[in-house]
Every structure is written in structure tokens, then in C-alpha cells.
């Protein structure tokens, strides 16, 4: 009964070869969100679609990018993946902004 | 802008020891206080929440009390299992998107 799935659980990429991390969603909530997380560090925040209303975080490399076909699907597309780009990525969602977020088990990408 | 602090840690406890994670934040107007917890290769789960001054949140054995006069929501549970062996994360989010989370404590329980 997983409601915020993200495929696949571990990626591996070449260096600078694009790649696209997916998550899907059985809540029916407004908002999702992408996160990355570093070894030992709090989720930092990327991005995130209110609706079909993209939100951009001011820090946020120009190499990520999303994408929101529907309510249920996100995706995570990374251009040109650097070494620093080696993650956890966690996608999550909720109803409104003031609601609680439910997370996904993330996508670890590996860099090679 | 808003901000968490809690105690990093890494805290190792015995098994039925009590447990405290301090968590103070610093923000505009009174935001809702969630504690999540991250076991290892998972994601980020809802432990508790509260959403106004005095709440209290509860589930599986912890709660936590959002302290105005203080600016805290801390986490306890009076006897810890191995089970609970993981990162736990204080997080603040207001009437924006976005949560702001404290650094994770690593929270270990031996038998």
C-alpha cells in the first residue's frame, strides 16, 4: 500500500550522461516535491509543483529539472550529472503547502 | 528566515532507556513542528506533529510538546527498543512550502 513511489531504488549513471529519476503518487495531493540528500545531511529541497505550478528553489542548479504530466507523476531529469550530483533523491507529497509531507524510500544515484 | 536547531548527537542509548532529542526553532509566526524519522535506505516518515501552541504529538511511544514560551518540540519516548534505532529529523514548515529541517540525529539502541 505504498503511496509515494519512487523507481527505480538505485540508479547508476556515467558521468554527464542524462538521467531521469521517477515518482509516483496514490494520495491525490496538490503538491510534490524533490529533495536532495547527502550522506549524513537533512534533505535539501530542489523543487516543487503546486498543481501544475512550478516552483523553483533559488539554489537549485540549472542541471535539474522536473517535470508534472498529471497529478500522480513527477520526474526528476538531471542534464549533465556531475560527481556532486551522487544523492539520495527524494521525492514527496502533500496535500496543501501547510500539510504534512509524505516521502517516498528515494532513489540513491551513483555517479561513475 | 525560519530555522531548526536539535541536538545532533549521535546518541546511544541501552534498550528501555529513556530518550530525549532537544529541537528548537526560530521562525516567523507560529509554524506547524513535525518530527520525521528516517530508517537506513528509506525514506523520510511522519513520526508526529502539532500544529499550534501546547499540542501534543504522539505515535508508537513518542511524543512531543510544541512550547511557545520556548521554542521547542522536543522528542521523547521513555523506553526506547533496538527497533527504533535510526535518524530522527525536527522539521518547521509555516503557510509556505517549504519545511525546514534540523541536521538529524542518529539515534543508535543496543540490546
Known amino acids: 500500500d505504498a503511496m509515494v513511489i519512487q523507481n527505480p531504488r538505485y540508479q547508476v549513471t556515467q558521468f554527464g550522461k542524462p538521467v531521469t529519476l521517477s515518482c509516483s503518487q496514490t494520495?491525490?495531493?496538490?503538491?510534490m516535491y524533490w529533495y536532495q540528500q547527502k550522506s549524513s545531511q537533512a534533505p535539501k529541497l530542489l523543487f516543487h509543483?503546486?498543481?501544475?505550478?512550478?516552483?523553483n528553489e533559488a539554489d537549485t542548479p540549472d542541471n535539474f529539472q522536473s517535470r508534472r504530466p498529471n497529478t500522480s507523476f513527477c520526474f526528476l531529469d538531471i542534464r549533465s550529472p556531475g560527481l556532486g550530483d551522487a544523492a539520495m533523491y527524494l521525492c514527496?507529497?502533500?496535500?496543501?503547502?501547510?500539510?504534512?509531507?509524505?516521502f517516498g524510500d528515494g532513489t540513491r544515484l551513483s555517479i561513475l | 528566515g525560519n530555522s531548526v536547531t536539535q541536538m545532533e548527537g549521535p546518541v546511544t542509548l541501552s534498550e528501555e532507556a529513556f530518550l530525549t532529542i532537544n529541537c528548537t526553532y526560530t521562525a516567523t509566526g507560529y509554524p506547524s513542528l513535525f518530527w520525521y524519522v528516517q530508517y537506513p535506505g528509506e525514506g523520510l516518515q511522519l513520526l508526529l506533529k502539532a500544529t499550534k501552541a501546547d499540542d501534543k504529538g504522539s505515535n508508537k511511544g513518542f511524543e512531543a510538546t510544541y512550547r511557545k514560551e520556548t521554542t521547542s518540540f522536543h522528542l521523547e519516548k521513555g523506553s526506547v527498543q533496538v527497533s527504533d534505532s535510526a535518524v530522527y529529523f525536527c522539521?518547521?514548515?509555516?503557510?509556505?512550502?517549504?519545511?525546514?529541517f534540523g541536521k538529524g540525529t542518529l539515534l543508535t539502541v543496543n540490546p
Open positions: 494520495l491525490n495531493h496538490n503538491v
Open positions: 514527496a507529497t502533500s496535500r496543501n503547502r501547510v500539510q504534512p509531507q509524505h
Open positions: 522539521g518547521g514548515g509555516g503557510s509556505n512550502y517549504k519545511l525546514t
Open positions: 509543483y503546486y498543481d501544475k505550478d512550478f516552483n
